[in-house]
């Protein structure tokens, strides 16, 4: 299996919470061959503090700090902060936690003094003891718009301010037009050597379609010569967290694991399922990819190393295909 024998590193798209599971999978296999490319696109400026929520739940994550149950955040946190923002201030429906603060005044500080989000990441990454490389989509600024029935909402309004309630009507990534993919992305997507290239279980609409609306990106997967694999972020047609399902039936697309196989289109060489959606496979390999059917709902940390092994063996029993 890859990072065990094998020398290519491995390229990982990343989102929030349900992607950075199957992220730490990755890392505890591979850690020094893996590029984790994480979206930017829900980042934003809260109270004055530059905010990048996906990539603090892949740091956190990844160094053994995120709370277990939201997934986002910090473990064992404490919330004085935003105790005493109530008494003072407004805008207190975005949780910052006492401990989760220093992560965001740090990264606001260095990025006012010049400094690149892919420098600070790097440097917190390095403090957090993490050998990965977690890299941004990009240093440019791309913000996700959700346009909705009750207009246009910066991501976090409407995933945190309005709970997701409002309809989807599309989805836009402000920015993306003129970002630069940041070096690491770059240079992981357009490595010779590269071994597979993974579309975490993140929301495809949400988490992961803002690296691919990034120029290069989907041209880097196609052209490759790493096998790109995606793994289902339904199973059995429902989420595990998150809007996906809903956003889904807002957008007119049936909610299963074909449609977000649907949604990637010919970017994918495989496709992983749950076992309990063995009856996609067919339609699947109709399509044109290999599948693999196994269990992909990762409650403990065996679950996200298993999986991670899966995609792994998946990606090198393509290339040996291909090379057959
Ligand atoms: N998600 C929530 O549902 N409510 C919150 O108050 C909240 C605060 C928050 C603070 C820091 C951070 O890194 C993430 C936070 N998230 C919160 C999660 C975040 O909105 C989502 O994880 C991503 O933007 C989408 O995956």
């Not at 050597?193 to 495809?204: E, T, V």
């Not at 399922?273 to 109709?286: G, I, R, S, T, Y």
Request: proline share 5%; hydrophobic share 45%; aromatic share 6%.
């Amino acid at each position: 299996m890859m990072g065990r024998n094998g020398k290519g590193r491995i390229l990982a798209l990343c989102g929030g919470v349900g992607g950075a599971k199957l992220a730490l999978g990755l890392a505890q296999i591979a850690s020094e061959l893996l590029t984790v490319a994480v979206n930017t696109g829900d980042d934003f400026t809260h109270l004055g503090l530059h905010i990048s929520p996906d990539l603090d739940t892949v740091l956190y994550t990844l160094a053994g700090l995120a709370d277990p149950l939201k997934g986002w955040g910090r473990a064992k946190e404490t919330w004085n902060f935003m105790a005493a923002l109530k008494q003072v201030g407004d805008e207190d429906w975005f949780q910052l936690g006492d401990m989760d603060l220093a992560l965001h005044v740090e990264r606001t500080r260095r990025l006012s003094s010049g400094e690149t989000l892919s420098a600070i990441t790097r440097i917190f990454s390095k403090k957090l003891g993490i050998i990965a490389d977690i890299v941004p989509m990009s240093d440019d600024p791309v913000r996700t718009q959700v346009v909705t029935d009750k207009g246009i909402l910066p991501f976090q309004h409407y995933f945190v301010r309005e709970r997701c309630s409002p309809q989807v009507k599309s989805i836009v990534f402000a920015g993306a037009e003129k970002a630069a993919l940041s070096e690491g992305f770059s240079a992981a997507l357009n490595d010779p050597d590269l071994a597979a290239i993974i579309i975490c279980p993140s929301n495809p609409y949400l988490s992961i379609d803002p690296l691919l609306s990034l120029s290069g990106v989907k041209e880097g997967l196609a052209g490759s010569p790493a096998p790109v694999i995606a793994v289902s972020p339904l199973i059995h047609g429902q989420a595990i967290k998150g809007p996906t399902v809903k956003i889904m039936a807002e957008l007119e697309v049936s909610p299963n694991a074909l449609s977000i196989a649907r949604h990637y289109g010919d970017l994918l060489d495989g496709f992983v399922v749950d076992d309990k959606d063995e009856d996609v496979l067919a339609p699947l390999n109709a399509m044109g990819l290999e599948t693999r059917a196994v269990s992909i709902h990762m409650q403990s940390l065996d679950d996200r190393i298993a999986l991670a092994s899966c995609v792994l063996d998946f990606a090198n029993d393509i290339r040996i295909s291909r090379n057959a």
